[in-house]
């Protein structure tokens, strides 16, 4: 009976099929490689496309015609992009531009019921974000999602994608399975717009910077929830005189690992960078946070949280911030091993519940006796690299300079081998183009970290929202892209981002 199962499952992968679709194709097409579909098409040709199946798109900008946009902000319909396709446990739909080239999705995308879909090495954006009508209040008419479907949750999966200049990201189950190594900028015009909108059962090795609100908010549906290896920056800079910018707002068992988060800002409007409420097992480890708006507040009856192996540094002035705060204390919690710095001219303090406390009497409860706290100090210099799983030869890197140097030194030797070239973006202006090319030599590089800039909002909404361009963080902090590639290979792929020409 095992046998015959596997020979089942080696037959389906062997019959799954790939088609391609270009800028100029039509349905009447066959979807080869000579004759290629329209991509609207392929993304509800459920007569031709099965699970396991590949469409590759080839170079260039796709756009909707079909106004299927409508209601209250769209009395005149808008076009968006429909896809009525779904896969199968292990046999995900994937959407790919094809191997070298690069493929841009212009407007919306509506996934209605679909599932079991990848999508991959694609771009995408709105360039009529501003241009459709606004939403000058709330709950009536409410905000519109970039991505959207009719699931609570779904199995799909974004990898290595480019999503800038759109309205809210990820809602309903569309951030699906699985959101890893995209590169993710403006998005939103307002307080209610976020990258994810439920979260994904998992958000992996992604660079998040320039929203206008919450980079994940909630994760209602999920069992769990894993945020891992993210480099998340200024989110809440781009909209005037909001508190907002939480990095994560997570509402059920939760593991926050590895992420470098930077919300360091001098204005009293940025949000605790971590919020946690619902659920019953939390870890919290191993991140790097700075922020001015408190680092983690635990709220409502969270109990059984593990906080451990962190650097914390809280930069904010406002005496209404707590680095760390709890509104209930049932429930285990363990904190240890964990760093604790405040600027200069501030302290570090929790509250527990209400009460504010300063480290040693955080301790006298009985938590982290093995951390460290220093108040009115800076943390040491550090650069994490995270390298990319399902794309060879690439990393993010983030690097938190506080002595402000000029540059610093990255070991790339777990991504990249001695004598491979190199491309380097900042990922706080990923389409500006890479600021840097090389050669490995020695397994390390250097990295610039002044006369950086932030990426230009592309696409905005005047008549309603107050937006204004991102600070730059460099040189306290800045965050990066390598692409590498062997000697005498072929270079990494060439991308259109947006207006601006990526290479």
């Not at 090795?205 to 980079?215: E, M």
């Not at 700075?290 to 969270?302: D, H, L, P, Q, R």
Request: proline share 5%; glycine share 10%; aromatic share 12%.
């Amino acid at each position: 009976m095992k046998t015959g199962c596997l020979i089942l499952l080696l037959c389906v992968h062997a019959t799954a099929a790939e088609f391609f679709v270009s800028t100029n194709g039509t349905p009447a097409n066959d979807g080869s490689y000579s004759s290629p579909w329209s991509l609207s098409f392929a993304l509800t040709n459920s007569a031709s496309v099965s699970a396991g199946d590949t469409i590759w798109l080839r170079g260039g900008t796709y756009i909707p015609t079909n106004n299927i946009l409508t209601g209250t902000n769209f009395p005149s319909g808008s076009p968006a992009w429909a896809v009525s396709l779904t896969g199968a446990a292990g046999q995900h739909i994937t959407f790919r531009s094809y191997t070298n080239e690069w493929a841009k999705l212009d407007r919306p995308l509506r996934l209605y019921s679909s599932d079991y879909l990848q999508f991959r090495d694609l771009e995408f954006y709105d360039s009529l974000k501003g241009v459709d009508p606004g939403n000058p209040s709330y709950p009536n008419p409410t905000p519109w999602p970039h991505i959207d479907d009719d699931r609570a949750s779904s199995h799909n999966e974004w990898v290595n994608c480019l999503v800038h200049d759109a309205n809210s990201g990820w809602n309903g189950g569309t951030a699906g399975q699985s959101i890893r190594g995209c590169i993710i900028w403006n998005i939103g015009e307002n307080e209610l717009h976020h990258v994810t909108y439920p979260s994904p059962d998992e958000f992996s090795g992604n660079v998040i910077g320039w929203g206008t609100a919450d980079a994940l908010n909630l994760n209602d549906g999920r069992s769990t929830f894993t945020m891992r290896s993210n480099i998340v920056f200024g989110m809440g800079q781009t909209i005037s005189g909001l508190t907002v910018g939480t990095a994560a707002r997570t509402t059920t068992n939760s593991v926050i690992a590895f992420n470098s988060i930077y919300s360091r800002f001098s204005t009293d409007k940025i949000d605790t960078a971590i919020k946690v409420s619902g659920g019953s097992q939390y870890v919290l480890s191993n991140n790097f946070i700075a922020s001015s708006g408190g680092i983690i507040s635990f709220i409502g009856t969270v109990t059984n949280a593990i906080v451990s192996g962190n650097t914390f540094h809280m930069s904010s002035p406002f005496a209404s911030y707590a680095m760390l705060s709890r509104t209930a204390t049932n429930g285990s919690w363990s904190f240890g091993n964990n760093r604790y710095t405040a600027q200069p001219n501030t302290l570090v303090r929790f509250e527990d519940p209400g009460a504010s406390l300063t480290f040693s009497q955080w301790q006298a409860l009985g938590f982290d006796s093995d951390s460290s706290s220093t108040n009115s100090t800076l943390p040491v210099n550090s650069v994490q690299v995270y390298r990319n799983f399902d794309e060879h030869k690439r990393a993010h890197i983030a690097v938190f300079n506080w002595t402000t140097n000029h540059n610093a030194t990255v070991d790339v030797s777990g991504v990249l081998n001695n004598g491979d070239g190199y491309r380097l973006y900042s990922a706080q202006n990923y389409g500006g183009g890479p600021i840097k090319t090389g050669t490995v030599n020695g397994g390390s590089i250097s990295v610039p970290l002044t006369n950086l800039a932030a990426a230009p909002l592309l696409y905005v909404d005047t008549n309603f929202w107050s937006m204004s361009e991102a600070p730059v963080t460099s040189p306290e902090f800045a965050a990066f892209v390598i692409k590498g590639f062997a000697a005498g290979s072929a270079t990494a792929n060439s991308a259109t981002v947006g207006r601006i020409s990526v290479r």
